[in-house]
């Protein structure tokens, strides 16, 4: 439902000019993502909000929960 929901007004974003990166976390009737983007050409430390996630998507998996250059990660959060 985060995905798919047509309001903006559950939508938070973060950029960072310096590293080259964007997170958008998006809720919805009680569901929740976090998008992470790296435009950068470096690895970049970009950690979601606190609490338990899956891995819905990853261009680039790296060790370590750095996001690669260039790449993006999806995150769902685990209903607790």
Known sequence: PALRAESLGDLETTAGE????????????????????????????LPPPAGDWQTLLDSADMPGGN??????????????
């Open 18 to 45: 310096a590293a080259r990166t964007l997170a958008l976390t998006r809720r919805s009737a009680g569901d929740e993502v976090w998008i992470g983007l790296n435009f950068g050409p470096d690895p970049a430390d």
């Open 67 to 80: 996001l690669a250059p260039y790449s993006f990660r999806l995150l769902r959060r685990i209903p607790s």
